[in-house]
């Protein structure tokens, strides 16, 4: 309940003005729902709020992908090296599935290693589904001004311009716990 010294906002109210607008989301999905991108730093619920999405939309008869962005980028990967094992197969399955789901949920961006195969591989998972308009939901612990860094200006201007931002605020809740507990 205490107001954020830097965004002068309390991350409290923020954070249950996020919550609903998720649980709308969840709960009117469809194809024209927004794409989201859900930032802010470790241990404020992302995944958490990502599953409890996935979990409402699958319910729903909507398919839903949920996948870390280095075991994704690592599928685009196998798939491309590994053509002819039954590992790769596999994994272009599954990339296919990424594509084409009706939510694709890639949770910590930002945690893959850069290379010019991840860049190349993100910017096809996300430029695919925005092109279809298939929806997708990304958590990073990436600033803008980090994501600007750290990716190339085609995937920015698509990670800025097609989603819907939320901003996670507070205090690691795996610490607080950790203290009050």
Request: charged share 25%.
């Amino acid at each position: 309940n205490t107001p954020d010294p830097v965004k002068h906002v309390v991350p409290r109210e923020t954070m249950a003005l996020t919550c609903a607008a998720c649980r709308r989301f969840a709960e009117n999905f469809s194809a024209a729902s927004p794409n989201l991108l859900l930032q802010g730093g470790t241990g404020l619920g992302k995944p958490y709020l990502s599953a409890c999405i996935a979990r409402v939309v699958a319910d729903r008869g909507f398919s839903v992908c949920y996948e870390s962005a280095c075991a994704a980028l690592d599928y685009f990967e196998l798939a491309k090296f590994s053509r002819d094992s039954q590992e790769g197969e596999a994994a272009s399955a599954r990339t296919r599935r990424m594509q084409d789901c009706d939510l694709m949920i890639l949770d910590d961006l930002g945690t893959e290693m850069v290379t010019p195969m991840s860049q190349s591989a993100l910017y096809t998972l996300i430029n695919t589904r925005l092109v279809n308009g298939k929806k997708t939901i990304i958590s990073t612990n990436l600033s803008f001004q980090e994501i600007s860094k750290r990716y190339t200006d085609r995937l920015t201007s698509r990670l800025f311009g097609g989603y819907m931002h939320f901003e996670f605020l507070g205090r690691d809740i795996r610490i607080q716990s950790k203290i009050m507990g």
